[in-house]
Structures are given as C-alpha cells and as structure tokens.
C-alpha cells in the first residue's frame, strides 16, 4: 500500500480519533505536579464579596463553590477586602473571617492562601479546589 492509498483510507475513517497518550498524561498527573501547575496558574473565576453581609456571604460563596465544582474549575480567588472595620478586640474584618471559616468547612476547597500583591494581597484569598469532590445530598 503507498502512502496515497493510506491517505485515502484514513480519509474514509469516520469515527472521531483517539490519543490515548494524550488521555493518559492527564489521568497520570501527579498531586504534586498538578499543585504546582495550579499555583501557577491564573485564577479561573472569582467572586467580589465587597459590601455583603455574613449571611450574604456565606450565600454567595456556597453557590460560587457549587458551580465552580460543577463546571470543573480548579482555582477560584475570592475578594474580600483588607477590613476597615475590623472588631474592637483585634480580631479580623468580618469578611475576612467568613471566608476562611466557609473554607474550612467546604468539601471542595482545598489548599488556600492570599494572593500576591497585584491581585489583592490579603484583600483576596485563593483557593484550590480538590478533584472528583461529591457531596452527598446535592
């Protein structure tokens, strides 16, 4: 068979193509090179929670979470400003507080932190989130 032969059966071929390499370097990821890819990686979605109460807060990240799990994404970086009226005792700004307590408790979020200086620094926290994460009940 000549090679015009080979181009004209492949040609016929109808069926979509299958790159088995290609589905195997993804499957074969390691967690450590995939925590890497993902630090470096620019966020995919994020959320300004400026001007929200708790509760509102609390509101939008749980649906913000939901549909980023949902959709696949794998970084999320929330904006929740630095805190001008923090708490008479010291502690942190409300905000700021109800995003590192909803983090703690979400099944998605996984590694955290605040992001670099031009994207927020401690205003904006971002948070990785964990694969093939499903929660009973949703």
């Known amino acids: 068979m000549d090679f015009g032969q080979i181009l004209d059966q492949w040609d016929k071929h109808s069926g979509p193509v299958y790159d088995k390499d290609a589905e195997l370097a993804v499957r074969t990821e390691s967690s450590a090179s995939r925590r890497r890819r993902l630090l470096r990686k620019s966020p995919d979605a994020s959320i300004d929670l400026h001007g929200l109460t708790r ?3 609390w509101n939008t990240l749980d649906s913000f979470f939901n549909d980023a799990n949902n959709k696949g994404l794998e970084k ?12 008479s005792d010291g502690q942190d700004a409300v905000l700021k507080k109800t ?17 670099n200086g031009p994207t927020g620094g401690t205003g904006s926290t971002w948070v990785l989130l964990k694969m093939n994460v499903t ?3 949703k």
């Open 76 to 87: 999320l970086l929330i904006i929740h400003g630095k805190g001008n009226h923090t708490v």
């Open 99 to 115: 995003v590192r307590d909803f983090i703690e408790r979400c099944p998605f979020a996984g590694e955290n932190g605040n992001s």
């Open 55 to 57: 509760d509102e807060a």
């Open 135 to 137: 929660v009973p009940g």
